[in-house]
Each structure stands twice: as C-alpha cells, then as structure tokens.
C-alpha cells in the first residue's frame, strides 16, 4: 500500500462548487504539505502543518482552507472552486529530523 | 525570497549517454536543495538531497553536487537509460524557511 494516497485522484466540479481533496499518510510524520502544480510552472505551497494544532498559510493560500483532523489526515478545501484553480494537487509528508518529503500521487482537479 | 530556474526545459539524449541537468538558485543562504523525479500520474520521488555543509551526494548511477558561492546545483546521470525518462525537479529551501521552493522542471527523454 502507498504510504501517502489522495482522494479522489480525479474531480471536475463547476465554478462556485465547495470541494474537498484528502490526503492520508501511514508514514507517521507530524508534518504535512499542500501543494498545487500548473502546467510550465514548479509546485508552489498552499498550506502546511507541523502538527494537528499547527497550521501554516504557504505562498498562494488564498481561496483555500485545511483542516488537520488527525496526524495522518490533511484536508484541502476549495470554499467556492474558480477556473484558474484547475490543476494537479500534491499532499506531501516530512518527519521532522529528516528534510526529505515524501509525495502522494495527486489529484487532478478541473474547475468549469 | 528564493528563485530556483532550471534550464533547458527539456532534453533529449540517445540511450547510454552521460548526462548533466542544470538548476540555479538566487539567495546562497541556502539550508539545503534536494532534486526529484517526477513521472505521469505520479508524485514526485526524492532522489538525492544535498545539505549547505555538502558539496555532493551519489545515489547509483545519480550524482548531485551543490555550489552555494555560484549558485548552482548539477545532477548528473551516468549511462542514461529509456527508465530515466521523466521530469525532473530540483527545489531549494533557504535558511530560516520551513518552504521549498521548486523549479519548473526539465523534462528528459531517453531515446532507446
């Protein structure tokens, strides 16, 4: 089994719409990231949380909320979903003594 | 704030070729830079990271060295192979940041 998975892997929703991305993780970090890949461009972070209590607005918060339900658990919430939130959405997990991230497989999202 | 460029964008090479993937980086302070693989339909994969204290890393065939002075990082593949095919990114995380900041990618095809 996949140590971080998405759900779903695949969403199209209409303008307006509330929608929500889920990320679960086995590998037992405390830190969880958010983050959003657009076509041409690098991944830029959304949200990140050092644990259930610490949560962190990344560089392109706006329009998004999470909520970290769980040490394994990490929500990613379109309020109100626009067009130019169409992308791939990328959960991650860091352990907090080691610097590398693991990634999930993503979640294409497709707002008409 | 950290700016990560990698260049060319993409990169064509015949099977069994050595090759070097470029990435720069504008603020020298940086704690550390770590290249991923990225493949369609999937998260991204860490590869190799490199500490500020570190001038290189090997993993196999990969070998990533880190110029803090010039601002420049390289990944070399050795004996390239059709399986190296993929995206590649590196990200940067600067001193006193708990963000990485990515690059957009240089996309590599292995002709067999």
């Known amino acids: 089994d996949a140590d971080v998975t998405q759900t779903p892997r695949n969403r199209i929703t209409k303008t307006g719409k509330r929608i929500m991305l889920e990320c679960s993780q086995t590998k037992g970090h405390d830190r969880m990231y958010w983050y959003r890949q657009d076509p041409g461009l690098g991944l830029q972070l959304i949200y990140y949380?050092?644990?259930?209590?610490?949560?962190n607005k990344g560089e392109i918060s706006d329009g998004y909320s999470v909520s970290r339900q769980a040490q394994a658990k990490f929500s990613l919430s379109l309020e109100s979903a626009i067009p130019n939130q169409t992308a791939l959405y990328f959960c991650a997990t860091r352990a907090p003594a080691w610097e590398t991230q693991y990634f999930g497989p993503g979640t294409r999202l497709l707002v008409l | 704030k950290q700016e990560v460029t990698q260049i060319p964008a993409a990169l064509s090479v015949p099977e069994g070729e050595n090759l070097v993937l470029n990435c720069s980086f504008t603020d020298s302070a940086i704690y550390n830079l770590q290249w991923f693989r990225q493949d369609p339909g999937k998260g991204l994969t860490s590869l190799l990271l490199i500490q500020s204290s570190q001038r290189e890393q090997t993993s196999g065939r990969l070998n990533a060295s880190l110029d803090k002075s010039s601002g420049r990082s390289t990944l070399y593949i050795a004996a390239s192979q059709p399986g190296d095919s993929a995206t590649y990114l590196c990200?940067?995380?600067?001193?006193?940041?708990?963000?990485?900041?990515f690059g957009k990618g240089t996309k590599l095809s292995v002709i067999p």
């Open positions: 949380s050092f644990d259930v209590k610490d949560i």
């Open positions: 990200a940067g995380r600067g001193a006193g940041s708990y963000q990485l900041t």
